[in-house]
């Protein structure tokens, strides 16, 4: 994918909002699995019925609020290759125990670099649920694979967060009109 000069990185369409940092805030998160295989379970008559991993990412999901304590999770629903979330990031909640690890700048950096979106407080929590997910999976000698990458939407106000929470919750009764569907 990159070149060895790390043009076709740079090269990539930021899908991000410039104005916005990420690290507080209200999102809309979907995440997808790769070619959008059906990982997770499947629909049965408008209820999901969850299989192994679909079953591990759900636990994931639920344990976000405990690993990453400035994260409420507002709603989620997992689906056959998806997967939505409505995540809730507060700004300096209970010491951030969600640690950025190495994506923080080193000591020896200059501290006035650009941050970039790969280690802002929401793709850090993503990042940790996506890679906790793959071990355990992976762990059980069980083939999966996420998309490399992740959907989100900034929820500015009550109507759109009403919105978004309907539409979750009525996901699985909607899935073959869904535009993740892909017939088994």
Known sequence: MDNRDGTAMAKRHAFRAKWHDYNDGLYFVTICTQCNRHYFGRVVDGEMQLSVIGAIVEEAIRGIERVCRDA????????????????????????????????????????????????????????????????????????????????EHIIRNQQGFENISRYIDANPSTWESDCHFRPE
Request: glycine share 8%.
């Open 72 to 151: 409420r999770l507002a709603n989620y629903v997992v689906k056959p290759n998806h997967v939505h979330m409505i995540i809730d990031i507060e700004d300096g909640v209970n010491g951030d125990s969600c640690s950025r690890g190495c994506l923080k700048p080193r000591r020896h950096e200059p501290q006035n670099t650009r941050p970039h979106h790969f280690n802002t407080r929401l793709s850090v929590i993503v990042s940790q649920m996506k890679g906790h997910v793959t071990r355990q999976v992976r762990a059980r000698g069980i083939e999966f694979g996420w998309q490399s990458r992740y959907h």
